[in-house]
Antibody
Framework: VQLVESGGGLVQPGGSLRLSCAASGFTFRNSWMTWVRQAPGKGLEFVANIGQDGGEKYYVDSVKGRFTISRDNAENSVSLQMNSLRAEDTAMYYC?????????WGQGTLVTVSS | QSALTQPPSASGSPGQSVTISCTGTSSDVGGYNYVSWYQQHPGKAPKLMIYDVTKRPSGVPDRFSGAKSGNTASLTVSGLQAEDEADYYCSSYAGRKARVFGGGTKLTVL
């Protein structure tokens, strides 16, 4: 199993970024997928998850209306579109396989929101 | 979507046992048997150690065990080894729309 995140970087407050996660080594279309973030020196925080066919999506309250999770089962990928970014969104963003229990994690991609 | 409560630190000597608690509510830990525990070494991604309260994934040593009583779950590490020094996080299902983590516990092997 391999999960590889990309798309992180430095962005100004109010800006946008799109994170992607390429999955391999398991039957992607059968798995829920989740984004989890970790601010520098802080704990883990659930951000969003998406069901197998993309029909169910759930978000932590702090990102509702700003972030959108999506998936492409043909490409074995899951994405996180992040708009109206704030300083408090600065974190390492991890892609993880599963909806409630996360047995496989990517290495993370760092998002820094700063002027 | 309040975070679960974990002690910020725990410690033990090599060979000893240490237990880390994770306290939630009847809406998360107490309401479902979907508590999991993750180990995270500095600069690394989290690793699943326990799921569904008591189950151990393949490859995780049986020195790691999980339990739950009421609204509090716990992770016990027996026979402490130097490589067990890490941050540990609990997580719980909290209904279809929510997943919550604990604040994390830094385990030090003395």
């Amino acid at each position: 199993v391999q999960l590889v995140e990309s798309g992180g970087g430095l962005v100004q407050p109010g800006g946008s970024l799109r994170l992607s996660c390429a999955a391999s080594g398991f039957t992607f279309r059968n798995s829920w997928m989740t984004w989890v973030r970790q601010a520098p020196g802080k704990g883990l925080e659930f951000v969003a998850n998406i069901g197998q066919d993309g029909g169910e999506k759930y978000y932590v309250d702090s990102v509702k209306g700003r972030f959108t999770i999506s998936r492409d089962n043909a490409e074995n990928s899951v994405s996180l579109q992040m708009n109206s970014l704030r300083a408090e969104d600065t974190a390492m963003y991890y892609c993880a396989e599963g909806g409630t229990t996360w047995g496989y994690w990517g290495q993370g991609t760092l998002v820094t929101v700063s002027s | 979507q309040s975070a679960l409560t974990q002690p910020p630190s725990a410690s033990g000597s090599p060979g000893q046992s240490v237990t880390i608690s994770c306290t939630g509510t009847s809406s998360d830990v107490g309401g479902y048997n979907y508590v999991s525990w993750y180990q995270q070494h500095p600069g690394k991604a989290p690793k699943l150690m326990i799921y569904d309260v008591t189950k151990r994934p393949s490859g995780v040593p049986d020195r790691f065990s999980g339990a739950k009583s009421g609204n509090t779950a716990s992770l016990t590490v027996s026979g402490l080894q130097a490589e067990d020094e890490a941050d540990y996080y609990c997580s719980s299902y909290a209904g279809r729309k929510a997943r919550v983590f604990g604040g994390g516990t830094k385990l030090t092997v003395l």
